[in-house]
Each structure stands twice: as structure tokens, then as C-alpha cells.
Nanobody, 121 residues
């Protein structure tokens, strides 16, 4: 059974930090990614990482502030978010695929329910 379960969201002030976690089950996926969606906006790719924890990729809007990493078990993915801004507010979803994918959401087969991140100014 495929499951992706996110945790670690919350409310912080601008400049603060949060660490999101996503535990996956059912398969060791080639690519794990994080996406976010704010009310009234399209889902946006934030970061992705390949099997083995290599070749992380980031959206321009988070480059230098967010770090994606993969646990030693290869089934957990983390998103360390620093210097948070109000525009980072949204529901953050973990996603997985058995393909070598980039940040296009249509490349991903499996999705978690999401965890809310709210950044106040």
C-alpha cells in the first residue's frame, strides 16, 4: 500500500524556520519532491531529490533558503526551511514517483495529504 505522510508544518514569523518530514511506504521511490499550494494559486514545485540523496533541485523562489534531504533509509524526505517569508505560506505536499523527475507536478504518481505552513509578517 502506498502511503506518504507529512509532518512538521506550523505557524512561524517571517525569518523563522521549520522542518518538514515525509515518511513513505510501499516502495523506494526514485524521486521524492515537495510541492506547495497557496489559496487561489497553482501547485508549485519547491524541491526534489533523487534516490541516494543526490542532485537536489530547487525552485528559484526558495534557492538558498530551503534544503531537501533524504533519510538513510531512502524512504524519508525532509525539507528544512529557513528565512521563511509570508509568500512561503501554503499547504506543503510530499510527492513520489519511480521516474527520474524534475519539478513538474504531473510527473509524480503519489501524493501526501499535505501539511500547512503559515508565515506571518
Amino acid at each position: 500500500m502506498v502511503q506518504l505522510v507529512e509532518s512538521g508544518g506550523g505557524s512561524v514569523q517571517a525569518g523563522g524556520s521549520l522542518r518538514l518530514s515525509c515518511e513513505t511506504s510501499g516502495y523506494t521511490y526514485t524521486t521524492l519532491g515537495w510541492f506547495r499550494q497557496a489559496p487561489g494559486k497553482e501547485r508549485e514545485g519547491v524541491a526534489r531529490i533523487y534516490f541516494g540523496g543526490v542532485a537536489p533541485m530547487y525552485a528559484d523562489s526558495v534557492e538558498g533558503r530551503f534544503t531537501i534531504s533524504r533519510g538513510n533509509d531512502k524512504k524519508t524526505v525532509y525539507l528544512q526551511m529557513s528565512s521563511l517569508k509570508p509568500e512561503d505560506t501554503g499547504t506543503y505536499h510530499c510527492a513520489a514517483t519511480d521516474k527520474w523527475a524534475e519539478l513538474g507536478h504531473t510527473d509524480y504518481n503519489y501524493w501526501g495529504q499535505g501539511t500547512q505552513v503559515t508565515v506571518s509578517s
